[in-house]
């Protein structure tokens, strides 16, 4: 393995800008120097020279041609398996995650390796699906320097889609006079770094863990006041962790944003864990990734049908 390529869906790319800029300096720091970043809609599209090994970042990409003198390595960054306690999991959340689980089936013929981005997640797939299966760490470029939180433009980042439990929550806090960022058409680590607080509501009932979504706050010193996450201390440290039932976060936000000197030492206290612990260790495990990644390419490649994920 001495070709690589970064094939990302157009869809996907707005909502993983950073983080995908992070997987290609990985890729470029160990594998290829000349690594291509390719943003398209089909696989098919994609201009890769022969033997590259192809990291594909896209859960719209449609089905696409092999071709035999490339290795195909999947990232995935969706919720596909049901985890921790099932009532945590409501009925919408668990109809998505089937369909996700899905979709994810019906390419796995096309690929070689899935790379996973959420551990307890990673643990059930390779028991469940007949090819290799490895974590992959999610990071974005920290940014240089903490801004203050009286210099932040807004009190709250929300960046996302606004279903029904959001759009409460986020009433809420602007009825209590705060400002909220942009939803839409900015890219997260942007607002994040733009405001005193970053809100992690889960769209429908759900509690798996928003791994970009903390990586694009705390890249930037800004804490997040989040539901409860299922393993999200095998992320990050506790001791970071802000977490509120749904129906208290805009009390918890509140009490939050009263204490400026407080907020800040909380959002120094982020940036500094992140700049410093973090992202070092992000990197670290890209590069053991890598390496696992390449003896597993090595090996013949095998029959790819898979069982429920769920």
Not at 260 to 285: C, I, K, M
């Amino acid at each position: 393995m001495n070709q690589a390529a970064l094939v990302i869906h157009t869809f996907s790319h707005p909502f993983i800008k950073n983080v995908a800029s992070f997987v290609h300096a990985m890729l470029r720091d160990t594998i290829d120097p000349e690594a291509k970043l390719l943003i398209c809609d089909s696989v098919d599209d994609a201009q890769c020279s022969e033997n590259t090994t192809i990291f594909l970042i896209g859960e719209n990409f449609p089905l696409f041609q092999r071709r035999p003198d490339c290795r195909y390595v999947y990232l995935n960054f969706s919720v596909v398996s049901v985890l921790g306690s099932a009532w945590e999991t409501g009925l919408q959340a668990r109809r998505a995650i089937l369909s996700k689980s899905r979709m994810l089936a019906k390419r796995l013929p096309l690929y070689d390796v899935v790379l996973d981005y959420y551990p307890p997640q990673t643990q059930v797939l390779q028991k469940k699906l007949n090819l290799p299966v490895l974590g992959f760490a999610v990071a974005s470029p920290p940014n240089p320097k903490y801004t203050q939180m009286q210099d932040r433009a807004y009190d709250v980042c929300f960046v996302g889609n606004l279903s029904k439990r959001r759009q409460t929550v986020c009433e809420a806090i602007e009825n209590l006079g705060f400002s909220l960022s942009p939803s839409t058409d900015i890219v997260i680590e942007d607002a994040a770094a733009q405001s005193r607080l970053c809100l992690n509501v889960h769209s429908v009932k759900s509690h798996h863990f928003e791994t970009p979504r903390f990586v694009a706050a705390f890249s930037s010193g800004t804490p997040v006041v989040s539901e409860p996450s299922f393993a999200a201390d095998m992320i990050i440290d506790r001791c970071h962790l802000l977490e509120e039932a749904c129906s208290n976060i805009p009390a918890r936000i509140q009490n939050l944003l009263s204490d400026q000197d407080q907020l800040d030492e909380l959002g120094e206290a982020v940036h500094r864990w992140y700049t410093n612990t973090y992202f070092p260790n992000a990197q670290d495990s890209w590069r053991q990734t890598i390496g696992v990644l390449q003896d597993r390419l090595d090996t013949p490649r095998r029959s790819t049908v898979s069982r429920s994920a769920n």
